[in-house]
């Protein structure tokens, strides 16, 4: 890239979420802030992660455990843990910041204007109930509404999401599903009220790829059916290309790099996301050793004093050790916290 196409480094995006690609954006997160406590005093597990997604548009939050993916979003549903603490950052949900929001308040908006599903149904579910019960109470929390009306909603959804003989199976306990039909309760259950956002963390989790596919291709239905925002979390880079519009890739507490999918998949611009492509199995490396990313991500009380990646990083230098490196806006909309950007030509998915 000449100099003249080189981006302004002291254009950083800082802690303002990029905007959505199109539509309303519904949910807007600035410069969240997540503490917990730690017998080393409070430690910083995410660090001023800022993003923003549109009604009727998928963003997925890829990175590894304990990159801060579901934590961040934790947060914004008010489901930290007593140990945790949000020193700064918004999340706006229509004008309401729901970090300010005490518990009772909270308890009126999830399950009806944002609502979650949860990585593993079985422990996510109450065993003592049946499922149509456990649905149908969402819609007598935040619709008012009768037990009949309530229960009439119940067997709608668990039939709107695929579950066959609905009417007779919303009477069944959660232990007499499969995993797959346990997962499309529990998107049932969050889609009962018709919610403006719904948060998906790793809910292909453990499921075979053809219920894997068979999950996706409903909440990708559903999404575009009812409008709503989709936040989905995960590791798997194949379901991403699958399902989402944008990407944010995460790492030690940060954004590292968001963009559309295509300019993540073919066109990354930061040596993390670089890694994660290349340790993904791809098309014509049969039998070939997977890549990896050598190294471990620091702990949250010993980060890095420059880029927090540049001890595993392939492509580092002095300068990427001297100071924290900045999120900084290369092209409209797509972001990348690296101070070689503009220098790299990095290899992105075959």
């Given at each position: ?10 254009a ?9 690609a199109t539509?309303v954006v ?5 410069g969240?802030?997540?503490e ?8 910083r597990?995410?660090?001023g ?7 009727g ?28 603490r ?12 729901l970090?300010?929001l ?6 009126d ?15 996510s579910?109450n065993?003592?109930?049946?499922v ?5 109470e ?8 009768s ?7 119940a ?8 579950i066959?003989r ?10 007499e599903?499969?995993?797959g039909?346990r ?7 969050a ?20 219920i894997?596919?068979?999950?996706l ?9 009812l409008?709503?925002?989709l936040l989905?979390?995960?590791h798997d ?6 399902v989402a ?17 295509d ?6 611009m ?6 994660l ?11 070939r050793?997977?890549?990896?990313i050598?190294?471990?991500p620091?702990?949250p009380?010993?980060?890095p004093?420059?880029c927090?990646f540049?001890p595993r990083c ?14 900084v806006e290369l ?9 070689r ?5 990095l290899?992105?998915?075959?």
């Open positions: 890239m000449s100099s003249a196409a080189q981006p302004d480094l002291n950083t995006v800082g802690d303002r979420a990029a905007p959505a539509g519904a949910l807007q997160v600035d969240l802030v997540v917990f406590a730690t017998d080393r005093g409070w430690a597990v995410v660090d992660v800022s993003y923003a997604v549109a009604s548009e998928t963003l997925a939050i890829v990175g590894e455990s304990g990159s801060g993916k579901s934590v961040s979003n934790l947060a914004t549903m008010g489901l930290l843990a007593r140990s945790a949000v020193p700064a950052g918004t999340a706006l949900l229509e004008g309401t910041d970090l300010e005490s518990q009772r308040q909270l308890e908006v999830r399950g009806d204007r944002i609502a979650m599903i949860f990585q593993e149904p079985m422990t579910l065993p003592a109930f049946r149509g019960d456990q649905i149908a969402v819609v007598r929390k935040h619709r008012h509404a037990r009949r009306d309530a229960w009439r909603r067997v709608e959804v668990l039939d709107l999401v695929g066959p609905a009417a007779d199976r919303a009477r069944a306990y959660p232990h599903f499969s995993g039909m997962q499309r309760v529990m998107i049932a259950m889609l009962a009220c018709e919610p403006l956002v719904i948060i998906a963390d790793e809910p292909t989790t453990a499921l075979d790829v053809t894997q596919a068979q999950v291709d409903l909440l990708r239905a559903t999404r575009d059916e409008g709503m925002a989905f979390i995960t880079l194949g379901v991403v290309a699958d519009d944008r990407v944010m890739v995460m790492y030690a507490g940060q954004a590292v790099e968001t963009g559309t999918v300019e993540i998949f073919f066109h990354p930061h040596p993390y996301t670089e890694g492509l290349r340790s993904m199995p791809q098309v014509g490396t049969q039998g050793t997977l890549a990896s050598p190294g471990q620091p702990a009380w010993s980060m004093g420059g927090r540049a392939p492509y580092a230098i002095d300068a990427c050790r001297a100071a924290p490196v900045p999120l092209t409209p909309g797509h972001q990348v916290r690296c101070v950007a503009h220098e790299l030509t290899r992105g998915a075959a």
